[in-house]
């Protein structure tokens, strides 16, 4: 495969070099793309050097499979260009999620809707990967009406700009501001821009992509997302609300089963999942499983992972090993 990273510079798409590399992805031709200001610095990929190059280098390539990690604006701009070149594009921005001329994927979960029509694939939102992640085998179960959640989302979603923000404050320093506020020692609950509504963006693409994902609009979902200073990933506290009655022994045969999820849950030894364990690691890790006393029918759950890796990186990767195990790239 020729395969191009757009936005090799930023700090998921040195995740996906880095994953291509550890998976043994087959490449057979490589291009780092990324904005006018990081042309011509040096990527090191398979222990070789390459030079960052433009889009317009990127297209001149002709590659398998570009994926991409530079923000909506270029993805809108850039990747129908791609396209019709017959490059598969993979999109980790929130532009095309919510087209529905694009399919939306976790492979674990909805993988086997690929064709090879799709040319521009979209990548969901970290917190939305790692929560469907575990509801939804469960979904398929006991079917799901109801899902209140609350995430406790790492800086690195943010980006650079704002782990060094976070570093500077732990220093003394509170000259850099990505952030509104101070996020040292502090929590926002503040991801992305507020809406008409009240919710944040944030929050209202995990309904969204739920309901897409699933393909199931009937799944009422309400979500709070906070910024907090950690970096080693994103936590959830998930409350499910089921149609259908369960007990808890189902529950925990049901997630030992689903490929990439982890059950970490022995209370009674202080084991449960925390971001700091979940840094460099790509399945989703799930804990604290106890049924809800308050009401009928529910459950909760602590999921977390590595936002990089499978909430980003690892996810886009997979789709492009899906393409190529089924024969479609």
Known sequence: MKVVVVGSTGIVGKTM???LEERNFPVSGFMPVA????????????????????????????PDIAI????????????????????????NSSAWRMDPSKKLIIPEINGDILTKEDKIIANPNCSTIQMLMVITPLHKHFVVTRVVVSTYQSVTGSGI???????????????????????????????????????????????????????DTSVRLTATTVRVPVTGGHSESVNLEFSKPFELKEIFTILKKSPGVCIV?????????????AEGKDDVFVGRIRI????????????????????????AIQIAETLINKGLV
Not at 265 to 277: A, F, G, Q, T, V
Not at 304 to 311: F, P, S, Y
């Open 68 to 91: 991409f990690s530079a923000g909506s604006e270029l993805s809108k701009q850039m990747a129908p260009e791609f396209a019709k070149l017959g490059t598969v594009v993979i999109d």
């Open 35 to 62: 904005s006018e200001k990081s042309i011509h610095k040096e990527i090191i990929f398979n222990n070789k050097k390459y030079e960052v190059q433009s889009v317009s280098k990127g297209l001149d390539f002709k």
């Open 161 to 215: 700009k704002a782990v060094k923000q976070m570093e500077a404050e732990r220093e003394g320093n509170d000259s850099l501001r990505f952030y509104p506020h101070k996020i040292d020692r502090n929590c926002l609950p503040h991801i992305d821009v507020f809406e008409e509504n009240g919710y944040t963006k944030e929050e209202m693409k995990m309904v969204n992509e739920t309901h897409k994902i699933l393909n």
């Open 292 to 315: 809800d006393e308050s009401r009928e029918n529910c459950l909760n759950l602590w999921i977390v992972a590595d936002n990089l890796r499978k909430g980003a990186a690892t996810n």
């Open 17 to 19: 070099i880095k994953l």
């Open 265 to 277: 849950d022995k209370p009674s030894r202080n084991e449960y999942p925390m971001p700091i364990d």
